[in-house]
């Protein structure tokens, strides 16, 4: 089937670790997202990547790092600069209309619910 | 920058009846979508409806409709004959329709609005 699949659904870590939070795409869509939610609010973008090898800073990028080094793959890695870094983390992808360079709706993985103590 | 306001923190309907989530936005561009995205409890973020600003008719799906007055940069969703499916928290987005740019693609998000169905 296709779809966006995120690993792990839940993620544990000690303060002062890195850790990576995988996301992965089989619907050959051009463009990729992550985003950050926390309780009560509504989705934050982290960083987006409209093609591969390129990737550009949302709006809450500091502390956050990520590569797109294969179309499919956006893993997004939450380093120990980030200050509050437990919250959901949902990735998103969308395909590119090739003739007009339309990027159409965007499509979300399950997430994951990273727990930083 | 486009802000997106959901002024309904939370609302309730019963089973069968019908309930209308608000949204407005705020934008200096013509060209835009928007988007209600519905968050059930397993936090899969699931498409509901779009529009595109340049399309006068308003978007159906099903038991889903908007109501979108550009002039007045609101994009209310409608959900007729509510089931018990359709609890959840249910998003407003924006998103610019202008090519290039460094934030194209990008979705705004409202804050979201928890809707509860009772039997």
């Known amino acids: 089937d296709g779809g966006i699949t995120q690993s792990p659904k839940y993620l544990f870590r000690k303060e002062g670790q890195n850790v990576t939070l995988s996301c992965e795409q089989n619907?050959?869509?051009?463009?990729m997202y992550w985003y950050r939610q926390d309780p009560g609010q509504g989705l934050r973008l982290i960083y987006y990547?409209?093609?591969?090898?390129?990737?550009q800073k949302g709006d809450i990028a500091e502390g956050y790092s990520v590569s797109r080094e294969k179309k499919e793959s956006f893993p997004l890695t939450v380093t120990s600069a980030q200050k509050n870094p437990t919250a959901f983390y949902l990735c998103?992808?969308?395909?590119?209309?090739?003739?007009?360079?339309?990027?159409?709706?965007?499509?979300f993985g399950p997430g994951t619910r990273l727990t930083v103590t | 920058a486009q802000t997106v306001t959901q002024s309904q923190p939370e609302m309730s309907v019963q089973e069968a009846e019908t309930v209308t989530l608000s949204c407005t936005y705020d934008?200096?561009?013509?060209?835009?979508?928007l988007f209600w995205y519905k968050q059930p409890p397993s936090r899969q973020m699931i498409l509901v409806i779009r529009?595109?600003?340049?399309?006068?008719q308003n978007a159906t799906e099903n038991r889903f409709s908007v109501n979108f007055q550009k002039a007045a940069k609101s994009f209310s969703l409608k959900i007729s004959d509510s089931q018990l499916g359709d609890a959840a928290m249910y998003f407003c987005?924006?998103?610019?329709?202008?090519?290039?740019?460094?934030?194209?693609?990008?979705?705004?998000f409202g804050q979201g609005t928890i809707l509860t169905v009772h039997p």
């Open positions: 934008t200096s561009e013509s060209d835009y979508y």
């Open positions: 987005a924006y998103r610019s329709a202008r090519a290039g740019g460094t934030s194209y693609g990008k979705l705004t």
């Open positions: 990547s409209q093609i591969v090898n390129d990737f």
């Open positions: 529009q595109e600003a340049y399309k006068q």
């Open positions: 619907l050959n869509h051009d463009a």
């Open positions: 998103a992808s969308s395909i590119r209309k090739t003739r007009t360079g339309l990027l159409t709706e965007q499509y």
